[in-house]
């Protein structure tokens, strides 16, 4: 019971700890006074990082040297090399090159809440690769571990993709979570929520990046998955616009959507519906058949429309 206690007041703080303190700088500082704590999650950490056996007695937070200061620093206690790693959680400016410049005697690794391309000389990791790494170590068992592991969920807005029926309400919220996490989790999109995402005719999420923005989600009274663009500058750069409306002038369909013109003020004016919602809509539909069903038609919308390169 004792366990269990402390278990539940673990987790409790690092939640709160999340609605607080949810920038980059305030992962590195929890992550490092972590590892500073408790010498099996430093292993554990590093040697993720770098895939290699690491020990240090001399890590340090912010290193300064000249005009570069990487998040984590420090040298292998056997080899006495220098390792440099860079921590992110949306931002893309990268300083590997500097970083190669001022430290060109070190080994680098790089760890973020998004997929990147590989670099040389560097390991690319993920926070949610790390999150699953912890989740399966022998250290879980700690309830500071496991208070950090939801700490870290909520910062990188790790989600998991779920079984859903859209033919039973209670899988709507579901369709709204599996939207995430293939939208912002995999195709780094932001939720948008200026604008109103649901209605009495509308159940779904605003969506942007860059100078994009759309709506995704079911039109309730066919039960249809639809994407839907706007005619405005705010909405959609004119090229792209140009590209929507040559394909919903010609009532373009596919395997994957079929296209229609329909102003609503807030949804959208130009949509394209799922063509195959079928696996959507049974409980005998296996989860990785319909994540790919909805990034399939994700993808197929975004490439004929001329932005495949936003999903990168």
Request: glycine share 2%; aromatic share 18%.
């Amino acid at each position: 019971m004792i366990n269990t206690i402390m278990d539940a007041e673990w987790i409790s703080f690092f939640e709160y700890l999340a609605d607080r303190m949810r920038n980059e700088n305030d992962l590195s500082d929890i992550t490092f006074a972590l590892c500073k704590s408790n010498k099996d999650f430093q292993n554990l950490f590093l040697n993720f990082c770098f895939d290699e056996n690491l020990d240090t007695d001399d890590l340090s937070r912010e290193y300064a040297e000249g005009d570069s200061r990487p998040d984590f620093f420090f040298h292998d206690n056997t080899s006495k090399i220098e390792y440099v790693l860079e921590v992110k959680i949306f931002d893309r400016n990268q300083h590997f090159k500097q970083y190669q410049e001022r430290f060109p005697n070190a080994k680098y690794a790089f760890i973020a809440n998004y997929d990147f391309t590989n670099i040389e000389n560097w390991k690319i990791r993920t926070w949610k690769g790390f999150y699953n790494h912890l989740l399966n170590s022998e250290i879980i068992s700690n309830p500071v571990i496991s208070g950090y592991l939801q700490y870290l969920k909520s910062v990188t807005n790790i989600m998991e993709f779920k079984k859903m029926n859209l033919k039973a309400c209670k899988s709507l919220p579901t369709l709204i979570e599996n939207l995430k996490v293939i939208l912002i989790q995999e195709f780094n999109f932001t939720e948008y929520n200026s604008a109103k995402s649901f209605s009495v005719d509308y159940y779904g999420q605003f969506f942007m990046k860059n100078d994009l923005y759309f709506w995704i989600g079911i039109y309730l009274h066919d039960n249809n998955l639809y994407i839907g663009f706007n005619d405005s500058d705010y909405w959609v750069p004119e090229t792209i616009r140009n590209n929507i409306k040559t394909l919903i002038k010609t009532n373009k369909k596919t395997d994957y959507y079929s296209t229609t013109e329909d102003q609503d003020g807030n949804y959208g004016k130009f949509w394209f519906c799922m063509e195959n919602m079928k696996c959507l809509c049974s409980e005998d539909s296996n989860l990785e058949v319909q994540k790919k069903s909805l990034k399939d038609f994700i993808k197929a919308v975004f490439r004929d429309i001329g932005v495949e390169k936003y999903l990168s």
